[in-house]
Every structure is written in structure tokens, then in C-alpha cells.
């Protein structure tokens, strides 16, 4: 009897020691609040900042639509309202020295600012250099030369900077962007004395006429705007409209200054062309050598 009670014993003794060393089950999570065994909630990871950035809401970008609609505000008052125009385009000029410095101080800087910035910068130029074509017939030829090269050698260099993995940051820094900023203005001046200054334009002035002249409203030597111009929005009209509408001294005093900054921004611009053109032919060459071409013909 008391060796069953023995035996009994040392089971007892074997199965409690098992249990002890058995590893103890792995915690559950409650399914109503995530908790462990009805503990408090355990925090979340937080998603990283890259996941959470919108590229087209950073302050840079920002910035640039913001010069979008100006520019947009300056071509509705080009045609007659020299004043409000030359303000609402110079703002946009002057934003686009604020987009970059907003780049550097927020670490915004991307390759959609970059191209927005390019974009518009030559959008906006090309437009008013449009409006001197029709405000300067003789000189039509020469501005559409201008948009052309300033647009084919911005392309030019913008491609070959995304194509052959080139610093995505702007080109324009320092003197460069001085050289921009008074290339603007000298057009800035043209378009402001197509308002002013009959010189450049000899359909503002008026030859004498030897026939009598009248008072009398309707006649021949007074006749009515309506009779000359039947469209108010024909070249004419809006010529005469803009005819002596403001001073010519200060839009002379800054074509004088800025013209020669003018033309050297244009060398700037097929130097650009040029550099642009032989990189990408490098990068050409790189890839048929890499390709075995050309190929030896048997």
C-alpha cells in the first residue's frame, strides 16, 4: 500500500516538473482593440514623411502656379493696359527668384519645379515677344528668330540634363539669372513704348494732310473711329489705341541699360544650344560603341 502511494508520488513529482519547463503560451491579442491580454493598446507605427509628400503641393510649385495665373492676368491687360500688365509680369519674374530660394530653404527641390519653372519662364517670354510682332511689324521676323533660339536652346538643355543624368538643380543662379531678369526687362520696355513713342512705328504718325481741314464731326477730314476701323480688335484699332497713352522717357532710359544684357543672353543661349548639342551627341556615340556599331561591312 504505501509503495503505491510512492509510486503515486514520484508521477506526481515528474508531471508537475514537466510543467514547469513546458514554455508558456505566446500572449493574445484581444480582437476588439488589438490589446495584449487585455492590456493597454499598443501605439502604431507611424507612417514615414516620404509616404505622406505630395510633389505638387510643395511651396516651390506653389510658387510657380502662382506666377501661372499672373502671367495669365498680364496677357488679359496686354493689349491696352500697359501699366497693369507691366506689374503683373514683372511680379511673376520676380517669383521666380523666390521658387529657388524656397527650394534650397525647404529641401523642395525637384525635377517637375524645375521644368515647371523652365515652362513658364518661356511660355511667358514667348507671349509678349508675340504681342512686340504685331505691336512691331517690321521687327516681326526678328522676334519670332528670338522665341525660337530661346526656346530650342532652353529645350536643348533641359533634355540633355534629364537624359544624360545631369544635376537636376535650376541653371539659372547668380549672374545668370541677372543676365535673365534684364533680358526681360528690355522687353518689357519695347512692349511699353508701343504705348509711348511713335519712332519705332511710323503708322502713329500722322502725315499732314493738304486738304481743308473741318471741325464739323462726320466729315471727310474728322471721320468717325467706327468708319476707319469697323473691328475694334484689328491691328489698326488697337494700334491707334495704344498711341501716345504714356511718357516714352523711362521705357528708352531702360531699353538703353538693358540692351546690351539683351544680346548677351541671346550668346548665352546658342552657347547653351551648342553645349547641349555636342553632349548629346557624346551620349550617342557612348551608346553605338556599346552597341558595336559601326558595324564591319563583309
Same mark, same amino acid.
Request: proline fraction near 8%; aromatic fraction near 10%.
Given at each position: 500500500?504505501?509503495?503505491?502511494?510512492? #509510486?503515486?508520488?514520484?508521477?506526481?513529482?515528474?508531471?508537475?516538473?514537466? /510543467?514547469?519547463?513546458?514554455?508558456?503560451?505566446?500572449? #493574445?491579442?484581444?480582437?476588439?482593440?488589438?490589446?495584449?491580454?487585455?492590456?493597454?493598446?499598443?501605439?502604431?507605427?507611424?507612417?514615414?514623411?516620404?509616404?505622406?509628400?505630395?510633389?505638387?503641393l510643395?511651396?516651390?510649385?506653389?510658387?510657380?502656379?502662382?506666377?501661372?495665373?499672373?502671367?495669365?492676368?498680364?496677357?488679359?491687360?496686354?493689349?491696352? %493696359?500697359? #501699366?497693369?500688365c507691366?506689374? *503683373?509680369?514683372?511680379?511673376?519674374?520676380?517669383l521666380?527668384?523666390?521658387?529657388?530660394? /524656397?527650394?534650397? %530653404?525647404?529641401?523642395?527641390?525637384?525635377?517637375?519645379?524645375?521644368?515647371?519653372?523652365?515652362?513658364?519662364?518661356?511660355?511667358?517670354? /514667348?507671349?509678349?515677344?508675340?504681342?512686340?510682332?504685331?505691336?512691331?511689324?517690321?521687327?516681326? *521676323?526678328l522676334?519670332?528668330?528670338?522665341?525660337?533660339?530661346?526656346?530650342?536652346? @532652353?529645350?536643348? %538643355?533641359?533634355?540633355?540634363?534629364?537624359?544624360?543624368?545631369?544635376?537636376?538643380?535650376? @541653371?539659372?543662379?547668380?549672374?545668370?539669372?541677372?543676365?535673365?531678369?534684364?533680358?526681360?526687362?528690355?522687353?518689357i520696355?519695347?512692349?511699353?513704348?508701343?504705348?509711348?513713342?511713335?519712332?519705332l512705328?511710323?503708322?502713329?504718325?500722322?502725315?499732314?494732310?493738304?486738304?481743308?481741314?473741318?471741325?464739323?464731326?462726320?466729315?471727310?477730314? %474728322?471721320?468717325?473711329?467706327?468708319?476707319?476701323?469697323?473691328?475694334?480688335?484689328?491691328?489698326?484699332?488697337?494700334?491707334?489705341?495704344?498711341?501716345?497713352?504714356?511718357?516714352?522717357?523711362?521705357?528708352?532710359?531702360?531699353?538703353?541699360?538693358?540692351?546690351?544684357?539683351?544680346?548677351?543672353?541671346q550668346?548665352?543661349?546658342?552657347?547653351?544650344?551648342?553645349?547641349?548639342?555636342?553632349? *548629346?551627341?557624346?551620349?550617342?556615340?557612348?551608346? #553605338?560603341?556599346?552597341?558595336?556599331?559601326?558595324r564591319?561591312?563583309?
Amino acid at each position: 500500500m504505501s509503495s503505491m502511494r510512492t #509510486r503515486k508520488q514520484a508521477r506526481d513529482s515528474l508531471a508537475s516538473e514537466a /510543467a514547469s519547463q513546458s514554455p508558456s503560451p505566446s500572449p #493574445r491579442l484581444s480582437p476588439q482593440n488589438g490589446s495584449v491580454n487585455g492590456s493597454a493598446r499598443s501605439p502604431r507605427r507611424k507612417a514615414s514623411p516620404a509616404a505622406r509628400e505630395n510633389i505638387f503641393l510643395f511651396w516651390p510649385n506653389l510658387i510657380g502656379y502662382s506666377r501661372i495665373i499672373l502671367a495669365i492676368a498680364s496677357l488679359y491687360y496686354m493689349p491696352l %493696359h500697359p #501699366r497693369t500688365c507691366s506689374i *503683373l509680369y514683372s511680379v511673376s519674374c520676380i517669383l521666380d527668384a523666390l521658387d529657388g530660394v /524656397a527650394a534650397r %530653404h525647404f529641401e523642395q527641390a525637384t525635377r517637375f519645379g524645375a521644368v515647371l519653372d523652365m515652362v513658364t519662364d518661356r511660355c511667358t517670354t /514667348a507671349c509678349l515677344l508675340v504681342f512686340l510682332s504685331s505691336a512691331w511689324p517690321r521687327w516681326s *521676323l526678328l522676334f519670332q528668330g528670338l522665341i525660337s533660339l530661346d526656346l530650342a536652346s @532652353h529645350y536643348m %538643355h533641359m533634355y540633355a540634363t534629364l537624359v544624360m543624368g545631369g544635376q537636376g538643380d535650376s @541653371h539659372k543662379k547668380n549672374v545668370l539669372f541677372a543676365f535673365c531678369a534684364l533680358n526681360e526687362l528690355f522687353f518689357i520696355a519695347l512692349y511699353l513704348l508701343s504705348f509711348s513713342s511713335p519712332t519705332l512705328s511710323p503708322s502713329l504718325l500722322q502725315p499732314p494732310s493738304s486738304a481743308p481741314q473741318s471741325a464739323q464731326p462726320g466729315s471727310p477730314a %474728322h471721320p468717325k473711329l467706327s468708319n476707319l476701323f469697323p473691328n475694334p480688335y484689328s491691328a489698326g484699332a488697337l494700334e491707334l489705341a495704344r498711341a501716345n497713352k504714356m511718357d516714352s522717357f523711362w521705357p528708352w532710359v531702360i531699353a538703353g541699360i538693358s540692351f546690351p544684357v539683351m544680346a548677351g543672353k541671346q550668346f548665352i543661349n546658342v552657347v547653351q544650344l551648342v553645349k547641349a548639342s555636342r553632349w *548629346l551627341a557624346e551620349g550617342d556615340m557612348e551608346a #553605338r560603341r556599346a552597341q558595336g556599331l559601326p558595324r564591319k561591312r563583309k
